[in-house]
């Protein structure tokens, strides 16, 4: 082992160890084999540190994903549970093993300054914990019949919460869903308001409201009508709901492809804004013709688009 250089270079600690890895140690039989079969790496089962679970992720030829070449790559990983909370980390120092086994004693490899582990970085290491040639060599004792031994010591400093934000996350190839209310007896509502029954679309629940005298700029003369989150109390304060639809009130002098309908319109709903509509939907002396309202019935439809959600980071 005295050919390896074991100064500090860019942050990196080499120094030989005595005693073996505190926290855990792997021994990986037939190492060639992981190869042989297109095996790029291996990770550990979970072992617990500092009161948190983490594994060992190794590459036997290096991490390809990070253009790694000649060198072997070894790192640490957070794991368990929690460990996808973008706004919570943990700081550890930690050092990563390999055993001379001609010597019986340790190749340890250590940063010079503690890590964050979070959600958007699971795991700290070494792309190049050790150059190919020196693995493989025999004088220096890392692979012996085909077997090698690395390990691990985690030392947790301290966790945070790190910080407030959201996370927006928008969908692909979103599903359109529509929904058709029939309303009878028309001339016979009294009420100021009426809810169509409740349908999902974009895994949320969703109705119609229907103001038959008008709402607001729209009381008197015309009818209003609404796309509403049915439970607006379900959805945190700090979610919200994008979602693109189309109300139409369907003209039963033609047939199903002709309507009264106003143009697409994309809406962010939330707890705070849980409907988004037109209070001057439809004249009222429209919507009374032959048309739309026959034998004191109508059909309402939407058409609703769920494209994406925004919630607060964890």
């Not at 010079?112 to 004792?141: C, I, V, Y």
């Not at 109705?207 to 700029?217: A, F, N, V, W």
Request: proline share 3%; with cysteine.
């Amino acid at each position: 082992m005295s050919s390896l250089n074991l100064d500090e270079q860019d942050g990196i600690l080499r120094t030989i160890s005595d005693a073996p890895p505190t926290h855990y140690t792997i021994k990986i039989q037939s190492l060639s084999l992981l190869s042989k079969y297109s095996l790029e790496k291996y990770e550990s089962g979970e072992f617990e540190a500092g009161g948190y679970k983490w594994k060992l992720v190794f590459y036997p030829n290096g991490n390809k994903s990070r253009n790694v070449k000649e060198h072997i790559s070894l790192y640490l990983v957070l794991a368990g549970a929690n460990v996808s909370q973008t706004c919570w980390e943990v700081h550890a120092a930690f050092r990563l093993f390999l055993l001379d086994q001609n010597t019986g004693k340790y190749l340890a490899l250590q940063e010079k300054n503690e890590r964050h582990f979070h959600g958007m970085k699971l795991d700290w290491g070494f792309d190049q914990f050790l150059s190919l040639e020196a693995f493989t060599g025999t004088s220096n004792g890392f692979l012996m019949a085909d077997a090698c031994v690395f390990g691990a010591e985690v030392f947790v400093h301290k966790e945070k919460s790190t910080c407030k934000g959201e996370c927006l996350s928008m969908i692909k190839d979103a599903v359109m869903y529509k929904h058709v209310w029939k309303i009878d007896n028309f001339s016979k509502l009294n009420a100021e308001s009426y809810d169509s029954k409740t349908f999902i679309a974009g895994d949320q629940k969703w109705k119609i409201e229907l103001y038959p005298k008008g709402r607001d700029s729209g009381t008197g003369s015309h009818l209003s009508l609404y796309l509403a989150l049915a439970d607006q109390t379900s959805l945190p304060p700090t979610s919200k709901i994008c979602a693109e639809f189309t109300l139409r009130i369907i003209d039963q002098m033609y047939g199903s492809g002709y309507h009264y309908q106003y143009n697409k319109v994309s809406w962010w709903f939330s707890a705070s804004s849980p409907k988004r509509g037109w209070p001057r939907f439809i004249s009222a002396e429209s919507f009374n013709s032959t048309r739309y309202l026959v034998k004191d019935s109508c059909t309402v439809e939407v058409e609703v688009t769920v494209q994406g959600t925004a919630s607060a980071l964890e």
